[in-house]
T-cell receptor, first 108, second 109 residues
Framework: GEDVEQSLFLSVREGDSSVINCTYT??????LYWYKQEPGAGLQLLTY?????DMKQDQRLTVLLNKKDKHLSLRIADTQTGDSAIYFC????????FGKGTRLHILP | DGGITQSPKYLFRKEGQNVTLSCEQN?????MYWYRQDPGQGLRLIYY???????QKGDIAEGYSVSREKKESFPLTVTSAQKNPTAFYLC????????FGDGTRLSIL
């Protein structure tokens, strides 16, 4: 079945850019998502990209999709302390499959 | 405002008890999902329903049951057969994207 892989941890200095990477196995995925989870809360949809797009930008967020390599990334510009959370990559085929999440830690 | 409501936020279960977690949505979405999240882990799919009166097992359905009698509601029952039920349970619905409730944290007394 579909497999979605992410690195588990990322540390970034406040004000720098964060880049969270994700790889997936199923090339028929139609939508690809990034979610944010703060402690004790549900998942908040940050952004998504259709499989026929290469890039999507939304304020400080940039999503890049490389379909050939099945690689999705989320770039957060000017990272702030409020960006500290777990970020989940998810891909959609007949159902949505999530990665294990990347914990983003902000260094002062 | 449209959204997904999960209740209760915290739930405690005694050994041998069944408990039911509530999930209600007013987004008019056909598909609804239940996930389990363990500390430091990702989301694992328990059950999902693409339409009223129909549901399918996910990856870890053993010890759980669901019903989908109404479009708005998708309750999850954690039965006494589930030997390790302590976890954070998330309900979601799917339209163009997947929307999540705030979760229910289940603990064993």
């Amino acid at each position: 079945g579909e497999d979605v892989e992410q690195s588990l941890f990322l540390s970034v200095r406040e004000g720098d850019s964060s880049v969270i990477n994700c790889t997936y196995t199923d090339s028929s995925s139609t939508y690809l998502y990034w979610y944010k989870q703060e402690p004790g809360a549900g998942l908040q949809l940050l952004t998504y990209i259709f499989s026929n797009m290469d890039m999507k930008q939304d304020q400080r967020l940039t999503v890049l999709l490389n379909k050939k390599d099945k690689h999705l990334s989320l770039r957060i510009a000017d990272t702030q302390t409020g960006d500290s959370a777990i970020y989940f990559c998810a891909v959609r085929d007949d159902k949505i499959i999530f990665g294990k999440g990347t914990r983003l830690h902000i260094l002062p | 405002d449209g959204g997904i409501t999960q209740s209760p936020k915290y739930l405690f279960r005694k050994e041998g008890q069944n408990v039911t977690l509530s999930c209600e949505q007013n987004l008019n979405h056909d598909a609804m999902y239940w996930y389990r999240q363990d500390p430091g882990q990702g989301l694992r799919l328990i059950y999902y329903s693409q339409i009223v009166n129909d549901f399918q097992k996910g990856d870890i359905a053993e010890g759980y049951s669901v019903s989908r009698e109404k479009k708005e509601s998708f309750p999850l029952t954690v039965t006494s057969a589930q030997k390790n039920p302590t976890a954070f349970y998330l309900c979601a619905s799917l339209g163009g994207s997947q929307h999540f409730g705030d979760g229910t944290r289940l603990s064993i007394l």
